[in-house]
């Protein structure tokens, strides 16, 4: 098996109401990226659907193409709350493709997903041009409203 190299990132926690994800910076190039484990896990699917796409299924790989699917992963090393973590990147971008597709097909979590990042985008347009700002805590309340779940206290 090749070695695998890993690019360095710099991670943060970001929550999508009580979903936990690593917001991933690569250290080179200031790209924003995402681990692709967490974005499927979280819709409950298997980290090896997005590989094996275009194998098993190359007609909906080919409409995810379509879609702007632009499937450059990119292995990433960073520590996000001390803990040093590896892990299969994809862009934000494609993230958002992913959850949208899935969101047609009825997974309810992709819907949820998919309407708290709407909405939350809208209302981050209207705070910036009324020169407002809500806290980290105000966007994951939000959030939790739009996801239908209570909030869980992140200590």
């Known amino acids: 098996m090749a070695k695998k190299d ?19 910076r690569i250290v080179e190039t200031k790209e924003y990226r995402m681990s692709q484990n967490q974005i499927l896990s979280t819709i409950g ?20 193409v379509g879609y702007g699917l632009n499937h450059v992963t990119l292995f990433a090393e960073y520590t996000v709350n001390g803990v040093g973590t590896r892990a299969e990147t994809i862009s934000v971008k494609d993230a958002r493709i992913i959850w949208r597709y899935f969101n047609t097909k009825g997974n309810a979590q992709a819907r949820k997903l998919i309407d708290a990042l709407s909405e939350d985008s809208l209302t981050s347009r209207f705070e910036q041009v009324w020169g407002e700002q809500r806290t980290i805590e105000q966007r994951r309340i939000g959030d ?12």
């Open 45 to 64: 699917i298997n980290r090896n659907w997005l590989i094996t796409l275009p194998f098993k299924a190359p007609k909906i790989y080919q409409k995810f």
């Open 144 to 155: 939790c409203r739009i996801l239908d779940t209570p909030i869980k206290p992140l200590c």
């Open 6 to 24: 890993f690019t360095a990132a710099q991670a943060v926690e970001l929550y999508i109401g009580n979903y936990r994800f690593d917001a991933i």
